[in-house]
């Protein structure tokens, strides 16, 4: 059972795609970030400090993870981000008025299985209402057999592999952090396939 306290913690994934917000730094001022189930925000929280126009969120039914999300952005002195309860799967009031974005961030989203579909469908609703968007998304290798391909081509979604050495995250100890250490991450951007599939 997975304990909703997991959320209370700074994971390796986070680190890298922390690291991966500001390799990117210079192209984030003014851009409209979205974490999803943020947890502590490391990835939110980089990208509000590069400039980005950042909303939280975690699940609507784990509040404990919302106020852990509203304690990092006081502790990092940005008290006006945003922070919103969305669970993943569910049509809710606050996604249907979620302003438009331009990155949804996701760090170790993909954790349990059974909540793959639920992550790819608030993916898509998000990405169909803003069509040039992209998600970007680091991950863990736990299993060879957890694989969201099939899930993908469902949902009409195409992803890219970002190779970690690209922006320097593949090291032992990444931004003063000994976290990803050898932990096989991985990270990938999901983007809205093109009719012709591509």
């Not at 969120?57 to 106020?67: F, H, R």
């Not at 469908?121 to 299993?143: D, I």
């Amino acid at each position: 059972v997975l304990d909703p306290q997991y959320g209370m913690y700074v994971w390796p994934c986070a680190v890298v795609l922390a690291q991966y917000a500001w390799f990117h730094r210079r192209a984030l001022p003014g851009r409209r970030v979205l974490e999803i189930g943020a947890g502590v925000s490391l990835p939110g929280i980089v990208a509000a400090k590069c400039g980005a126009q950042v909303i939280l969120s975690d699940s609507e039914e784990l509040p404990q993870c919302l106020e852990n999300c509203r304690k990092s952005c006081l502790m990092n002195n940005l008290p006006h981000v945003p922070v919103i309860g969305i669970t993943w799967g569910r049509i809710s009031p606050e996604l249907l008025s979620l302003a438009p974005v331009d990155i949804i961030l996701g760090s170790d989203v993909f954790f349990d299985p059974k909540d793959f579909e639920d992550i790819l469908t608030t993916v898509y609703f998000l990405l169909e209402k803003n069509p040039h968007a992209q998600f970007w998304t680091t991950y863990q290798v736990r299993s060879a057999d957890w694989s969201i391909e099939a899930l993908l081509y469902k949902w009409k979604l195409k992803n890219i592999h970002i190779p970690l050495h690209s922006f320097y995250a593949d090291r032992e100890h990444l931004a003063g952090s000994s976290l990803p250490g050898r932990h096989t991450i991985e990270m990938m951007i999901i983007s809205l396939a093109r009719s012709d599939g591509t």
